[in-house]
C-alpha cells in the first residue's frame, strides 16, 4: 500500500470509518471500489470490501432480504445465481446505477436485438437453462456489430449481465469497452463486476451452491407431483429449442464441441471459504410447515389494518407461500448508528404503519 496516493490511502481509512455504522457498507464499499477503478490491484480495497460485507447485520438484513425471493433450502443452481444477482442490487452504489435502471432497453436503434438477446438471458436466469446464455452472447455481437453508437450498447450489454448475475460475462463486455474506448462509469462498474466475479464463492449470507438435490427433497414433502430439478430444466429447454427453430441466431460454440470440452474438462469445483453462516441447519430440515418468519409476521400486521377484499387475498397468500419458509434469528448484538447522523423516523413516511417496519 506504501506505493499508493495519500488519497488512496485518505478514502480507505473513510471507508473503514463509514462501513462500521448501521447501512454503512454499501457506501463504504463503493469508496473501494472508486480505488479498483483506478488501481485494480489494490488488495487492501479488495479485502475491504468482503470484510465490510462480513457485517453481521448485513449478512442478516441480506438474508431476510433475499429469502423474501427465494428460499434458503432451494439449491437448484439458477437459485443461486439469482441470489447473487440480488445481493450485487442491494449493495450495489455506482453513479448512473439508477439511470440505467429506468434504461431497460437500450440505444433505439438496436433495442429489438438486444431485447432478444435479454430473452434469452432471463430463460438462464429465471428458467435455469444454461444454454441460453450461449444463444444470448450472438445476440448481443450482432446488435454490436450494427450499432451506431457501439461504446453505449456495450455498456449496456454489461450492465445487463451484471445486474442478472453473470459476472464473468459483464467483465469480458466491459472489458471488451474499455479496450477500445476511454470510459471513466465503464472502468468503475467494471472494477465492481470484477470483485463480484472473484468473491461470488464467499459472499457470507449466500448458502453453499447446490445441485438441486436439497429442493428436489423438501419438495418430496411439499409438493410430490412437482417436477425434478433435471426434468424440469430439460422441459424449459426442449419448449426453448422450439421457439428458437426459426431464428436466426446460433449458439456462440457448437454443441458437440461443447460436450467435448466437458468430457476432457474436470468439473469445477466450487472454491470454498470460511463460513460465518453455520448452513448445516438445511440439510437437517424434515420439509415440514413451521412457524412463519419474523418478517411475514410483520407484513401480516401490516395486511391486516386493511380490511378490504384485496389485501385479505394478499394475506391468505402469503401465509401458503411461505409455510416452509425458515425464520432467520437476528444477530444478538445492537445496531451501530453513526452518533452524528441524525435518527430515522419512519413515521415521518409511513405513519401508523411504522410499527410494522423490519426494526430489530
Partial sequence: MSNYPDYVHQTLARARADGQWCCGQPDAAALCFDILALFPGCEEAQQLVYELFCDEWTIYDNRVAIQQNIDEWDDRPWQQRRRLALSYRFMSRWNGKYKMVHDRGGPGDVQKILEDGKMELLSAYCLGDEECTDYAWTIFADAIHKAKDPQKTLFWI?????????????????????????????RRLLAEVVWWRDNAYRIPWIPPAGDGSRYDRMMESIDPSAPKTKDYVQRIRNENQLERIAAPYRPSIDKGLAKLFEIFTPDKKEASAPTLVDWSFLDKDDGQPGELPDWVKKRIRMFEKWKDELHTEMLEDLKNMHKWTRNIEPPSTPKRYDPNEPPFDPSEMLGDFDDDLDET
Fill in 158 to 186: 454489461g450492465w445487463q449481465y451484471a445486474d442478472l448475475g453473470f459476472f464473468a460475462d459483464a467483465a469480458e463486455a466491459l472489458g471488451e469497452l474499455c479496450s477500445r474506448f476511454d470510459d471513466e462509469k465503464a
